[in-house]
């Protein structure tokens, strides 16, 4: 009976441990799920969409002519682009010894994602139009950072000059009609989706520095462009090295380094003569402008303020900047101006462009639209007619 007894416990003791480990296991397995529904979430759109945000704009060795396009082939969509990613490893130590080491993780763990997709947008890494410790103007045409780092470590300024180059910038049409103080309309039309073509072997981007005899700002006191200084590089990627190694060592009190992003090739021209003659056959009378400005077109690095703002804005005055605008991402519409024979475009021609958007613009101005023009008035045309068939505009008093 003892013996049963002892069994019996012996059996219940067992039981109740594996009902522990049971417990224990289903615990642990509910965390890990948890987990892995967290990862998923934040991986939402990266790891499993179709690779890198933009090819690398790889560096002209020519300085100056159309050649080699970057955003080349590759292999591997999957593999990441040569620039992309937010900062290097002397960047990140350098946000973290000035205080900056959320900024610091935050871009290690993006870098680590990859860059994510939006769908319906073009494939770019948007995360490089606001960089950390970066400024974007109210106009929205540059980005600015006086961060010190940038102005005395020339592997930092040289990688994010070549992070930045690999987006595009923003060029926009902006049409406005009026009739003395009154604005019958004013829309904007972005052209940036002609820049940048949805197939990595088509993008036509580089990067160029200034050749010699070419009039730019090269840094110095000199408040107007020149020949001089001059470096010694056998392509663009040393070039780019050597320059911010220029400005580095520059001992100016106060000193600017420009990346500016060009759109080449674009027939403007002809366009304006569309717009004009689209609005005319509305019956518009008043006054029209057509302009083509372009947006977050400038990153500007400048030496950190020695006191303050002020201080830095009375030296300047007195003693200039020292300024250098050496450096050009280049995003060409087509590979040649209008006219010449050979031209390819990144994306469409002029003309079909207009095609596909001149009822749209037609409609926004019949309708007297302060605002963007969108793909939404693009699919209402086509879904819906709106636009079509419209000729004269009452357009009222110019008093009411």
């Given at each position: ?32 799920e ?18 890198p ?62 860059p ?33 780092y ?136 008043g ?20 006191v ?17 605008e ?59 007619g ?10 009222g008093?110019?008093?009411?």
């Amino acid at each position: 009976m003892a013996s049963s007894t002892s069994a019996a416990d012996e059996k219940a003791r067992v039981q109740e441990h594996l009902n522990r480990v049971s417990a224990r296991d289903n615990e642990k397995n509910h965390q890990d799920e948890n987990i892995y529904s967290e990862s998923l979430i934040g991986a939402e759109s990266t790891d499993d969409e179709e690779g890198p945000a933009a090819g690398p704009s790889r560096p002209r060795a020519d300085h100056g002519d159309h050649g080699d396009h970057a955003g080349r082939a590759v292999d591997d969509d999957h593999a990441p682009p040569m620039y992309s990613g937010p900062a290097s490893p002397a960047q990140e130590a350098a946000l973290v010894s000035q205080g900056g080491s959320a900024a610091a993780a935050a871009a290690a763990a993006a870098a680590k994602r990859g860059p994510p997709r939006y769908p319906g947008l073009l494939h770019l890494d948007y995360r490089l139009y606001a960089p950390p410790l970066f400024e974007l103007s109210e106009d929205k045409t540059t980005i600015k950072s006086n961060a010190s780092y940038l102005s005395s470590t020339v592997s930092a300024l040289a990688n994010l000059v070549r992070e930045q180059a690999t987006v595009p910038p923003k060029p926009i049409i902006h049409i406005t009609g009026q009739r003395g103080r009154k604005v019958d309309f004013s829309v904007k039309i972005n052209l940036m989706n002609l820049l940048v073509s949805d197939d990595l072997r088509r993008r036509m981007n580089y990067v160029r520095c200034v050749g010699r005899n070419e009039l730019a700002m090269r840094g110095g006191s000199s408040k107007t462009p020149s020949v001089v200084p001059d470096i010694e590089s056998s392509d663009a990627a040393s070039a780019i090295d050597q320059w911010c190694l220029q400005y580095v060592n520059d001992p100016a009190s106060v000193k600017v380094f420009v990346l500016e992003r060009q759109v080449a090739n674009m027939d403007i021209n002809w366009l304006e003569g569309q717009v004009r003659s689209l609005v005319a056959s509305t019956g518009y009378k008043g006054a029209v402008t057509v302009k083509f400005p372009v947006t977050h077109a400038r990153v500007v690095v400048q030496s950190p303020d020695k006191v303050n703002k002020f201080f830095t804005s009375v030296t300047t005055l007195f003693t200039g900047k020292s300024t250098y605008e050496v450096v050009k991402s280049v995003w060409p519409f087509a590979t040649h101006k209008s006219g010449e024979p050979g031209r390819k475009y990144a994306v469409q021609s002029e003309q079909t462009w207009w095609k596909e958007w001149r009822d749209p613009i037609r409609y926004a101005i019949s309708m007297k639209r302060v605002g963007w023009v969108t793909n939404e008035d693009k699919l209402e045309v086509l879904m819906e007619g709106v636009g079509k068939g419209i000729t004269v505009i009452e357009w009222g008093s110019e008093h009411t």
